[in-house]
């Protein structure tokens, strides 16, 4: 009996697992998807939570791109001309993803941070990812003028947390720019604590 | 079908002046030499294909160095063509039979208007062809239609020549535009900048050709 039930077990096997190795993509057509996201403005508190403009790039493929002549959310960050654009298209070994913010005369926490200009860009293929083209125009921090800062510079805003500028986040399968990233920071008895995020100038970009 | 057509039938503007001050003030930014044995993008195929991607250029001067940031002088955009011909030419002779979208930003100040930066958004992409002269390693294409100047809601013909030459994009693809019924263009005829012209060299971004749409 037992000899029997095992045939039929082998059969069935040989029935059927051909079937699944042919119903899988043949190697190399792996099926890949492009996302793309990007917003000028991102404040997340206690008492605010708020991103302006922001554009994400439809699952079927296709592009948005929104924009705001002034943004502004009170005693935390104004900029202006805010331009968020997203653009992904699956398609296997064509897969693209490339995603923009660009943003002028942003200031932010009443003058601790200022810039001309704010451009983040992400691009992503099957090839890999890159930040090539983001840029930060007349940053200052705190009164003090820093050029072209390099991936992931942090500058302390004491008092208030820091700063990561030119910040550069790999993912398994793409890239997270942020051009300005504040992290708020509240100091009591018990320690230092986060206290909210304020994002200028982010663009995602990935290809799984 | 193999359409060899002169560019300069495409280049007549009318005298209306919109912009600031136009491309033609600059030494790298007039009109390609038309019809000359070394210049790209001038023999094109009606077949089915898909560009994607966006990116920036920093023109001028039309290179994959990017210019001091404090100068502002880039534009960013983002764009695609869809080639779907249906047999049928324009007056002008392109492959009909196209969808798309184009975004673009010059972010340089002497071209805002309005108080604001010179924004473009396409309202109908309706012609695409394939360049079969160019270097571009993956695909090179010309595609156009019809944007809105949304600084001012003035339409206006436009034309775009898109290079995908390899990865990454920045530093090898080329993008450029023209503007049929206004004086502004951002393209790079330079022959000492092969395969890209005449688009300009990506100085951030990607363009993706797609054999097959």
Redesign the interface.
Known sequence: MKIQNLGRGLRFAAMVLPLTWFARPAFGQAQRTATAQAFGVSVSTALVNQKTPSAAAPAE???V?T?A?DVSITGLVSAR?A?A???G?S?DG???A?S?A?L?QVNILNGLITA??V?A?A?T?A??S?????????LYVNGVAI??PAANTRVDLPGVGYVVLNEQIATGSGITINMIHVYLQQTGLLGTKPAGEIVVGSATSSVN | MNTLRSLAALAAIPAVVLLASSCAQRDNAVAPNLGTPSFHFNVFTCTGFKMTGGGRIDFPPGTADKNPPASHEYETFGAHVIAEPNGQTDELGHCEGAKGSLEWVDHRREFEINGRPLNLHSVDVTWAELATDTDCEEGGVHWGGTLVIKNTGQQSRFEVFDCDNGEPGAGHDGFGIRLLDYPYEVLCPDPALPPAEPSCTLSGGNRQFHPTH
Request: aromatic share 8%; charged share 15%; no cysteine.
């Open positions: 493929g296709g592009m791109q924009d002549a001309d331009y654009l997203a653009s298209w398609d064509y897969s693209d490339v923009s660009s002028g001309n200009g451009l860009l691009s293929t090839a890999g890159d930040a090539d083209g983001s840029t930060l125009a007349n050029a072209a």
